[in-house]
């Protein structure tokens, strides 16, 4: 993949993302901010950058193979991992939207799910990310999507690909709590002409977004932008951390499945004997497991995806909690374009689809709290403590309270316990005192989402 000299000279115009020669990843590794996103492989005009999963610490890092490296800076300037300009992103890619500190740039926010019993009950949530797909692979609105699958394999590394039909899209169907290395498919999206949809978590989209800066290519080819709610990244270890929490060995497991088979699901193990166990998502997703995040995570500002067309999450709602047992999306719409697709899916009667406001939102989404209104508390930490943290150009936060500080102070603590597999035991104590105290704003569960 070659950039021409137009391409080269546009990118540097271009407020939102600058290309310094001499700067490269590396050093983004090494301040542990990496996102594990890949966009910088993909990106690489020589092919100098690989894939490593780093068994101490979980997660997927980039390497340079420094004989191929010709320094342009273009992998450095694509990375998220360490600085993305929010609002000039906003500015280049969904203008006209709504402006807000807790959504993000946004047209209108609705409720809703595939009509389509079958694939409501075997998505994550509703099903209207699979529903989507397929339209727009069936319509020849898009000729693949990039998303991601878990192979039956034993291995759980996620596999990310371009499905190209609706079969294909099928087995993509569920949320991957773990390590994604989605983008270094983008790669087969530039090599290959066509029309395209991605499928990601913010820090996906934040990385495919600064790479549209650069490649008019990419930028043409992806039409449809799906993003999902997202927490916090989980590692290849905090996987382990669960098995070994329900009472089995690593060797034991064939495959693992997260969500689906109904709302809100759980985590599966199916293991090498043939016998299925079964943890409920509540049961899985508890505040153990939150130990385990990535780094970056931590200083990460967006939980709805707000670089998305359309973004995809949990309507945790009394209502839907109280009646539903299949699944429930929530879908914020950011541009003209992913206004017009959910209305063509509503148009096809292959999804219900209800305006809901803002606030319902927001009151079913509780981690938006956490990254949105604590962060401040989690960098200004993290710089006391002498690390790196990324660059997000003018974005401000809310200042931080004493009890953000406390529950920063509480996670930083918590993600020591995880990393030493010894004391395992201790971080399980510590996650019941919490639980039981149930007053930390940090909890993705925020109290079961009553």
């Given amino acids: 993949m070659k950039y021409s000299p137009q391409e080269r000279e546009d990118c540097g115009q271009r407020k939102s993302l600058k290309v310094e020669k001499g700067h490269d990843i590396s050093n983004v590794v ?48 694509v990375c998220p991992g360490h600085s993305i300009d929010v609002s000039q992103l906003n500015e280049e890619f969904l203008p006209g939207a709504l402006k807000d500190e807790r959504l993000g740039s946004y047209l209108n926010c609705y409720m809703g799910y595939a009509t389509d019993q079958r694939l409501r009950y075997q998505g994550s949530t509703g099903g209207m990310v699979t529903t989507t797909l397929m339209y727009a692979l069936e319509s020849g609105m898009i000729d693949g999507a990039l998303v991601v699958r878990m192979p039956a394999d034993g291995s759980m590394t996620p596999r990310p690909f371009i499905a190209r039909t609706a079969e294909e899209v099928l087995t993509s169907a569920r949320s991957l709590y773990c390590p994604v290395p989605a983008n270094v498919v983008v790669k087969e999206i530039l090599d290959t002409p066509g029309r395209y949809a991605v499928v990601g978590i913010p820090c996906h989209l934040h990385g495919i977004r600064k790479a549209e800066c650069i490649s008019k290519k990419l930028r043409k080819r992806i039409v449809l932008h799906l993003g999902l709610f997202c927490g916090c990244g989980t590692s290849f270890i905090g996987m382990d951390f669960v098995i070994h929490r329900m009472g089995l060995k690593r060797s034991e497991v064939k495959c693992v499945a997260y969500r689906g088979e109904g709302w809100p699901g759980g985590f599966t193990v199916e293991l090498k004997s043939g016998r299925k166990i079964h943890q409920g998502y509540h049961e899985f997703w508890d505040r153990s497991l939150q130990a385990f995040k990535l780094n970056r995570c931590m200083y990460c500002h967006d939980h709805t995806s707000e670089l998305a067309d359309i973004s995809f999450g949990d309507a945790w709602l009394p209502e839907v909690i109280a009646a ?48 949105k209104t604590a962060i401040s508390a989690r960098i200004k930490l993290a710089q006391i403590l002498g690390k790196k943290v990324p660059d997000y150009g003018g974005l401000t936060f809310p200042a931080p309270s004493l009890v953000d500080f406390r529950d920063a102070a509480v996670q930083y603590f918590q993600m020591v316990l995880s990393s030493k597999k010894s004391i395992w035991w201790i971080l399980r104590i510590t996650s019941r005192i919490i639980n039981a105290a149930g007053r930390f704003s940090f909890s993705y569960t925020a109290d079961k989402k009553k």
């Fill in 324 to 371: 539903d047992t299949v699944g429930t999306n929530l879908m914020i719409t950011r541009s003209r374009n992913g206004e017009d697709v959910l209305r063509q899916l509503k148009d096809s009667e292959i999804i219900f689809l209800a305006p809901i406001k803002r606030q319902r939102v927001l009151e079913s989404q509780a981690n938006c709290n956490w990254k």
């Fill in 30 to 77: 090494r301040d542990n901010l990496c996102m594990g996103c890949c966009t910088c492989i993909s990106l690489c005009p020589t092919s100098a950058i690989t894939l490593v999963k780093d068994e101490r610490s979980g997660e997927y890092i980039p390497d340079i193979q420094k004989q191929q490296c010709t320094s342009c800076g273009i992998c450095f300037a």
